[in-house]
């Protein structure tokens, strides 16, 4: 309409009434850019915030693992050395055969990790990143999941030889006591090791424990276990503080 008017004026040659049509027809044409453009900026917004949420969901995820996983790698670590201080000293624990096999087997234990990373995934292969317009959020989100998917996750997913071993020289008996009140997981995202008392008697606990030490290779690869379970604690712990920086700064708004 404007366009028919602004034509029909040039042909009158009516200046004044030019200068008003092109006025409003620029205006009209900007008007309508800025319209399109604050749309879609509001759609933008709108989809960082909701990417923004399921990221802080996957981060408050992994902080709640990786607090799981201390208990539970440390409690692997306490049981193993016990383990590796009788083999090389003969000194039981609390004066028990038992609680030496109950060490053997837990130390075997393991519950592997990985981050919650599905959002920053999605995003990163949609090419969404910039939505994340905090760019020490975006840098420190680089660094966890790329570092943690390439540099050291191996140390959070590996499968022990010692877990073979010992599993495998242990009588059924004792596996199944050890798995049926000495473990438990009430939901897949919690497991905890329990003491327990034992299923054999003290003598037989002890044949149990000369079995293990005649194997040639269990002690070499329990010491190996327990040194990667030290070195995959110290290196879950220190995810902590990134973790809370980047809750903090990625914290979605309330709704209004």
Known sequence: MILGRFAQTLKE??????????????????????????????????KAKAYLTRIHVNLQADLESIRRRETMWGQVIAYGKGAIRYAETGELVE??????????????????WVTSDSTYQEMRSGGEL?????????????????????GTAYLFMLQPEYRKIVRGL????????????????????????????????????????????????????LRFWVANQGVALNLIQNYNPLLKDMLARGKPEPPQ
């Open 13 to 46: 040659q009516n200046w004044t009434t030019i200068l008003v049509e092109f006025v409003l027809l620029v205006a009209g044409v900007f008007l309508g850019i800025q319209a399109a453009n604050w749309n879609e900026q509001r759609a933008e917004d709108v």
């Open 95 to 112: 004066g028990s055969a038992w609680k030496i096999v109950l060490a053997f087997y837990q130390s075997s234990q393991l519950w592997q």
């Open 130 to 150: 910039g939505l994340i317009r905090d760019q020490g959020l975006r840098d420190a989100l680089s660094q966890y999941y790329l570092e943690n998917g390439s």
């Open 170 to 221: 242990t009588p059924s008996v004792v596996a199944d006591h050890i798995w049926a009140k000495c473990w438990q997981q009430p939901n897949p995202s919690e497991q905890y090791l329990l003491n327990c008392d034992s299923p054999v008697s003290e003598a037989q606990a002890q044949a149990v424990l000369a079995g293990y030490l005649e194997d040639p290779g269990l002690l070499k690869e």
